[in-house]
């Protein structure tokens, strides 16, 4: 459940965070604010698909 939590975490609220905050407190461009936001949303996508289908044998 923990890892499950996590991967919603990275798909949901930190891009959000990331699309708001990056803006503010750095000089970043728009394409790597995609590429940073893109990645975390699949990398909480991939947590979550590894939680459901390739997690621990039960």
Known sequence: MLWLA???IFLITVPEVLRVGLPTATDLGSL???VLVSGCE???L?????????GEMR
């Not at 991939?46 to 390739?54: A, E, K, R």
């Open 42 to 44: 699949l990398f909480g």
């Open 6 to 8: 996590v991967g919603l």
């Open 32 to 34: 790597g604010r995609s």
């Open 46 to 54: 991939g947590t979550i698909l590894w939680t459901v289908y390739g």
